[in-house]
């Protein structure tokens, strides 16, 4: 089995942890890649899900070799691959001067990408008329597992630590929605400014579009070197379904949107997520990316992972054919157009360990 069919089908299939010593450090709930965990495979971190019941079915295994020590991956009883686990980064044990744990304000995703939620709050979350039904972005706020408000000066002195003890290369600032206005623009640019006068870090920030396009050149102006807006579905009636108060802010406004922000951050540089598996079929995602594509946006496809206690807990991943199937496609439309995850300055798509989609270009 080669790496990119591996990879494609553990974050299909989810990975089952058996020993403590490979348990520890995944994360639940919150926004992001919810109930995963970070497993480098053949030097490739991906986010691999564990804590959902694909994952508890899964034949992909994981346990550590009693004498040396070495995490080793097993499909079916056989052994296949040594792995690795990312270890807790040193920031972690840190506070802010207002007596915040970093881990609250900041988190590390992958290897080497912090990652933060600048509002763990959005509008919509609270009226299930109105929240994504995938989102668990309340979960780890209601755990206390974070704040519901990390301000600039702790995003800043949060990233210069992890910057400095932990060798992170960039960064990621998402916001839930807190108004029907700019949408979490206005707050991630005091972030950015905050901390680019901190520390030269990469920053991508992520938002539904604003009401005004010149928030993508205040975005930029602030330090923001990548700009994410994401889809997630494309279907209409899939997305008044499972987005509902999202769907509101239509199909054509993300493409206007699209256009307007390549201008202001560059070719390549601004991207969307496109989750598989929630209805949209396998033409509309390639006809979608490659509309993203021509336009100058990465089109970041991930499979859907179902997350514990959403209205979506039950609802099974895209299997690996489907989605082997769709990186190929998607991949070869990128190579035409000379467009990849590694020429992004900063953000999810760069990073790429919730999708295998870079392992394909």
Excluded at 66 to 77: E, I, K
Aim: with cysteine; hydrophobic share 40%; charged share 15%.
């Amino acid at each position: 089995m080669d790496k990119q069919q591996l990879i494609t089908e553990l974050q299909s299939q989810g990975l089952r942890l058996v020993d403590r010593e490979v348990g520890a450090a995944g994360r639940k709930g919150g926004a992001g890649p919810s109930d995963h965990k970070a497993v480098t495979v053949d030097g490739t971190t991906v986010m691999v899900p564990i804590y959902t019941g694909t994952a508890d079915q899964s034949p992909y295994t994981a346990s550590v070799d009693p004498v040396t020590h070495q995490a080793m991956l097993h499909v079916n009883d056989t052994v296949i691959a040594p792995i690795q686990f990312p270890h807790q980064p040193n920031f972690y044990g840190l506070t802010t001067t207002d007596g915040i744990p970093y881990w609250k304000i900041a988190l590390l995703h992958s290897r080497d990408v912090l990652a933060t939620t600048v509002l763990q709050t959005c509008m919509r979350y609270s009226d299930r008329e109105t929240s994504c039904q995938f989102c668990a972005i309340g979960q780890s706020l209601e755990a206390n597992r974070t704040i519901a408000r990390k301000t600039p000066a702790q995003l800043a002195e949060v990233a210069e630590a992890a910057v400095r003890l932990d060798g992170v290369q960039h960064l990621v600032m998402t916001t839930g929605t807190p108004n029907a206005t700019d949408r979490g623009a206005a707050y991630l640019t005091d972030c950015a400014r905050a901390i680019k006068a901190s520390v030269e870090l990469p920053i991508q920030a992520q938002c539904e579009p604003p009401d005004q396009f010149v928030w993508f050149e205040r975005l930029k102006y602030a330090g923001v070197d990548s700009l994410g807006m994401h889809l997630e579905v494309v279907n209409p009636e899939v997305r008044a379904k499972i987005m509902p108060g999202k769907a509101t802010v239509p199909v054509a406004y993300y493409f206007a949107a699209f256009e307007a922000a390549v201008q202001v951050f560059g070719w390549g540089q601004v991207s969307t997520y496109l989750l598989a598996g929630l209805g949209d079929d396998l033409p509309t995602l390639v006809e979608t990316c490659d509309r993203l594509i021509q336009i100058g946006v990465y089109p970041f496809v991930v499979p859907f992972v179902p997350i514990m206690g959403t209205p979506l807990a039950s609802h099974p991943s895209p299997n690996s054919e489907f989605m082997y199937a769709l990186y190929q496609q998607i991949s070869s439309l990128l190579k035409r157009a000379g467009m990849s995850a590694e020429s992004i300055k900063a953000g999810c798509a760069k990073c790429g360990a919730c999708s295998a989609l870079s392992t394909f270009e």
